[in-house]
């Protein structure tokens, strides 16, 4: 990582830093109730036309139905959202929900890539809903696109359309080890259909001996400058899962989108100033007047986690 590109990536680590401040930005949504382990957050958002539209979790705590809910929102102003969707584990034969994946597509029509826990197992899949309009994603019938296997459970896919081919980057957890199976890193997939894809192998990994050394999941990907770069959530202990920090990787521009990614700094970009340090699942969004607008999961005083968003001094 050198010149430009190094320095595209030192300026978005330095613009992601007020993210951990207390409170920063706007809450766009709280959790249902104010204790440890109810959460609101792992949003995917996306800029079609002149509104935003913004897919997020909701759970309860472990023994009380955890991740039950994927809701899919409007907003004209990125701040303000009205609910136009939801999904429940039940739909799903799941036992829990994690961050899901909103992707208009290239005919007009809207999909919804849900990440679904296999009840009793440390497995993961992910299941799409493909419909016409957002409003109608609540009625269509799931499919799993992303089984992983007896040895890899799949997750929290970040998807994007780029010069004619879909790409992913999704969270890969080992299941042969099953006290380990919270170890993470990231791999890519290509696609012609955005439904069957062809993977393409490992582009992020911890780093041992550093803040992201037990696991690394790219959160967003962004495609329009020179190198690719992305922000990734990262932890250095089975202790700080759900906690994970926010750090940021530069891609070699010689390798394209399917190139691997570097680790930028020693040290998280963003971090919860509270107990656990939670702040995970960035998506970022350019806003209809080319502002530069992030939604993230963030960890509060009370232990709970909400949903926030915070416009970037970014060019």
Known sequence: MAGKHGAAAKALAA????????????????????????????????????????????????????????????????????????????????????RPALVPTTDGGWRLYVSCATPGTAHWRVDVLEAPTVHDLSRAEPRTVLPGGPDRAVKDPVILWHDGQWHLWA???????????????????????????????????????????????????????????????????????????TGVAVGDPRGGVAGGFHAVGAEPAAASPYAGGGLRYLSLVIMPDGARRCYFEATRADGAHELRTVLLDLP
């Open 15 to 98: 613009a992601l830093s007020p993210l951990s401040a207390p409170e920063p930005g706007e809450l766009v949504v709280p959790p249902a109730q104010d204790e440890p382990g109810w959460w609101a957050g792992a949003p995917s958002a996306v800029t079609v036309g002149d509104a935003v539209w913004l897919a997020y979790r909701l759970r309860r705590p472990v023994g009380k139905g955890r991740g039950y809910a994927n809701v899919v929102a409007r907003s004209v102003d990125g701040l303000s959202f009205e609910t136009v969707a939801a999904v429940e584990r039940d739909t799903f034969g799941a036992e829990s929900l994690e």
């Open 171 to 245: 969270s890969i957890h080992p299941l042969d080890d099953p006290d380990a199976t919270d170890r993470m890193w990231t791999e890519h997939a290509s696609s012609a259909d955005g439904l069957s894809w062809d993977w393409q192998g490992t582009v992020l990994e911890g780093r041992a001996g550093h803040w992201d050394s037990r696991g690394v999941r790219i959160s967003a990907v962004l495609l329009d400058g020179g190198a690719p770069m992305a922000t990734y959530d990262g932890r250095a202990s089975a202790g700080e899962n759900f906690e994970e920090r």
